[in-house]
């Protein structure tokens, strides 16, 4: 059974920098995609960051140069970071960490058809 669960987020002035984290675990698929995609209330899921089988890592272009997105293993357990600086109010939404089964992924694919994502971590970013 896979898991995600996020954490990290916070309340922040604009200009400010958050790290997010997020431990997957129980994934069994022999190729996969994790990243990051977010929602803004009232607003449609936006993807932020992913990263392929491969290693490649990709962000969306509102994020691009702002954002970092790294990960490692523990063991059996994947850990992503997002590390978000120069954070803008429109940057405000629930992060949501997600796992694809699948080799390689756009950032959109992961945020419209994740198949496992987290309960999510709240960022709010102050003008």
């Known amino acids: 059974q896979v898991q995600v669960v996020e954490s990290g987020g916070g309340s922040v002035q604009s200009g400010g920098s958050l790290r997010l984290s997020c431990e997957a675990s129980?994934?069994?698929?022999?190729?996969?995609?994790l990243g990051w995609f977010r929602q803004a209330p009232g607003k449609g899921r936006e993807g932020v960051a992913t990263i392929d089988s491969d290693g490649k890592i990709g962000y969306g272009d509102s994020v691009r140069g702002r954002f970092t997105l790294s990960h490692s293993r523990d063991g059996t357990k994947d850990i992503l970071y997002l590390q978000m600086n120069r954070l803008k109010p429109e940057d405000t939404a629930m992060y949501y960490c997600a796992v694809k089964d699948a080799w390689m992924t756009t950032i959109m694919g992961l945020a419209n058809r994740p198949d496992h994502w987290g309960q999510g971590t709240q960022v709010t970013v102050g003008s």
């Open positions: 129980g994934i069994t698929y022999s190729s996969y995609c």
